[in-house]
């Protein structure tokens, strides 16, 4: 470290590069490697991170750490070849010069040039993580801990889980695509499809989880829905995998980040759509949702995510709060539950529903969807029940539907919030 | 002026939970920090140590034992020092309580005696 100029590191280089890095070798160790693979990188970005200081940040950062992690990976593998070797006894086994694998690693495959961008590899361990042996939650873990680059902590606290119960679930799946031999290869035209849905529904997972609490940790879990954006777009961009359902996924993920910013306000509590403020709502990302509603027209299936984008696009493109068509609104939700029923999906239509036919006829749409009685354990459904009683003036019913939703609120933004209309209304404590 | 030894004690396990990012902003916190030194003189230099135990020598002559430092399984190992230029103790802690290192380490300062 000298006086020397030294370049500021693009963002979320190390991010990037331990994601990518992860996946090339990965695809020339095999997937049975991913643990000792996993470890090569990080031990690269240490190196990196305690040499520098010292030496200066090399000009070609991405070369230097993609160097150390090769060279790393090679000697741990050699060490557990040898240490097999020693403990199994076994005669027959072919030695490193034989070992292709293990042989001097020659350049590099050249990697696109914009670091934001995915390669195939990338691309091929992100349908691995998708696969069908892994549930939907498993996917999302090990996506941002192999191809997003995301560390164990960060993905704890992005998903409100304990470190080591994330760690856990990365040590069995891993295992579990070790056993299936899974193959780290971009799917072929005839089992695409299903494999782009199972890919779709995780990313939609994710984004859903990022973007679910204005938890204290706002910094993560925007970065969760940025990175579910960031590898939706991957996937449609790919010249054979790309799908019309999946430019609607982006539609509706782009549309949502664009509002991340003006969700919470400085002290964290929650701020309410009617009151955001829309100038700062991103316009890049409105404008890269527009350009993707429309990509997604070409579908000839209507999907869950075509019609949530368009519920998004409505709320994105409407210059005031006042100016919201919600007719149209509940028009589009009636079309989500043909194709996505849920009791989740009825509290919201109904909300909608309430500017255009009056609190009454909300409630009676939310005490409709309450015939399922799974609604009874979620907050938004009694926060809409107050709500819709507050209007009526029912000052009474009201309080009892805050008091129900408070005690199914963990999240400390959303408690002050309720806690405050409590307030508001002269009740509670 | 007088110059300073910062003797950078960490544990060799506190980078196993590091995520990525945080280690780049480690990085450019370092470099943050170095630059503000070198342009206002007071960076004189920094070595990196390898990463391992070193020797450790006891007794003399006969008595003479040469046993491997320990580090993996240390729970503290020096792994680099700088050197810098300061008026005095006040400036030379002044100039170290900003360095990176004591977000993972703890650094001891310590004058050069010098005629």
Same mark, same amino acid.
């Given at each position: 470290m000298t006086a020397a100029d030294v370049a500021p590191l693009v963002d979320h280089l190390f991010r990037r590069e331990a994601g990518r890095l992860v996946a090339r070798l990965a695809r020339r160790f095999g997937v049975a490697r991913?643990?000792?693979?996993?470890? #090569?990188v990080q031990d690269a970005l240490v190196q990196a991170c305690r040499t520098w200081p010292f030496a200066g940040v090399p000009r070609d950062p991405a070369a230097w750490i993609a160097t150390a992690a090769t060279n790393r990976a090679l000697d741990l593998l050699r060490t557990t070849q040898r240490r097999s070797r020693l403990l199994g006894g076994d005669a027959g086994a072919p030695d490193d010069a034989h070992d292709p694998l293990l042989a001097a690693p020659g350049a590099p495959p050249p990697e696109p040039p914009d670091p934001a961008e995915l390669g195939d590899d990338e691309l091929a361990l992100l349908f691995a993580c998708a696969h069908p042996a892994l549930s939907s939650e498993t996917a999302v873990i090990l996506m941002l801990k192999t191809v997003g680059g995301f560390g164990v902590r960060e993905i704890a606290r992005g998903l409100l889980a304990e470190p080591t119960a994330i760690a856990q679930r990365l040590v069995r799946a891993r295992r579990t695509l070790a056993e299936q031999r899974v193959p780290l290869a971009i799917p072929d035209a005839a089992e695409a499809a299903p494999r782009v849905q199972a890919v779709g529904e995780a990313l939609y997972l994710m984004f859903t989880e990022g973007h679910s609490a204005a938890e204290a940790d706002a910094v993560i879990r925007a970065d969760l829905c940025h990175e579910a954006l960031r590898l939706a777009l991957a996937v449609a961009d790919h010249p054979r995998l790309g799908a019309p359902d999946v430019d609607a996924l982006v539609a509706l993920m782009a549309f949502t980040a664009a509002r991340l910013d003006t969700r919470v306000d400085d002290a964290g509590v929650p701020v309410l759509l009617a009151e955001q403020d829309r100038a700062r709502w991103d316009r890049a990302l409105v404008g890269l949702g527009m350009a993707r509603l429309e990509r997604s027209m070409r579908a000839t299936r209507l999907t869950r995510w075509h019609v949530e984008a368009e519920i998004a696009a409505i709320h994105a493109l409407a210059p005031t709060f006042d100016a919201l068509p919600w007719a149209r609104l509940v028009e589009a939700y009636? &079309?989500?539950?043909?194709? =996505? /029923?849920? /009791? !989740? !999906? &009825?509290?919201? &239509?109904?909300?909608?529903? #309430?500017? !255009?036919a009056g609190p009454r006829a909300a409630l009676d749409a939310l005490d409709e969807a309450g015939a399922d009685q799974r609604l #009874?354990?979620? /907050?938004?459904?009694? =926060?809409a029940r107050a709500h819709a009683h507050e209007r009526l003036g029912e000052r009474h019913r009201a309080l009892e539907a805050w008091e129900a939703a408070l005690a199914l609120t963990a999240s400390e933004p959303h408690r002050r919030f309720i806690v405050a209309r409590l307030a508001a209304l002269g009740g509670g404590d | 002026m007088p110059r300073f030894v910062l003797i950078l004690h960490e544990n060799p396990a506190n980078f196993a939970d590091v995520s990525p990012e945080e280690m780049q902003r480690m990085v450019e916190r370092y470099g943050a920090w170095g630059q503000s030194l070198a342009q206002r003189g007071h960076y004189v230099g920094g070595h990196k140590l390898t990463d391992e135990g070193g020797r450790h020598l006891k007794g003399a002559g006969a008595a003479l034992r040469v046993t491997d430092g320990p580090y993996t399984e240390a729970k503290e190992v020096v792994g680099g020092l700088f050197i810098i230029e300061a008026a005095d103790y006040d400036a030379a802690v002044a100039l170290t309580r900003d360095c990176p290192h004591l977000e993972n380490g703890w650094v001891e300062v310590r004058q050069i005696d010098a005629p």
């Open positions: 991913l643990d000792v693979v996993e470890d #090569a009636d &079309r989500l539950l043909l194709v =996505a /029923p849920s /009791p !989740v !999906v &009825r509290v919201n &239509r109904a909300v909608a529903l #309430a500017f !255009v #009874a354990r979620y /907050p938004w459904w009694h =926060a | -």
